[in-house]
């Protein structure tokens, strides 16, 4: 889905993401932005600092 979208220049975001998991599979799609209730944690995931 993120390389259709990135291929007609949409941006992909997903908001209010807080499970961990979700957050590796969003970074491994290559996802645009995400929004979470917990920057810290991701950060530490989108960032790969575990």
Request: net charge negative.
């Amino acid at each position: 889905m993120t390389d259709y979208a990135h291929k007609h220049n949409i941006a992909v975001q997903y908001w209010t993401i807080n499970d961990p998991d979700d957050m590796r599979l969003l970074r491994e799609i290559n996802a645009d932005c995400v929004m979470s209730d917990d920057p810290d944690l991701a950060y530490r995931i989108l960032y790969d600092c575990e």
